[in-house]
């Protein structure tokens, strides 16, 4: 579950319409509690990899802002 709302949270953040220092790190916060969290869904079966093209992504939005 935590993965997913970190994804979510990142997803959401980045829809609003002008970003700020404190708006960044809350993106960069929800980064993280995925990366924390990604390999569960390996572990449980729901995908054999997660090397995903739009998940790395995320990776480089924060600073393409």
């Known amino acids: 579950v935590t993965c997913f709302r970190a994804l979510l949270d990142f997803i959401y953040l980045t829809q ?10 809350y993106l960069e916060d929800a980064l993280d509690l995925y990366h924390t969290n990604k390999d569960v869904l390996v572990d449980l079966g729901i995908h054999d990899h997660l090397n995903i093209p ?12």
């Open 16 to 25: 609003y319409p002008s970003h700020d220092d404190h708006t960044l790190q």
């Open 54 to 65: 739009k998940f790395h992504s995320m990776v480089h939005y924060i600073q393409a802002i």
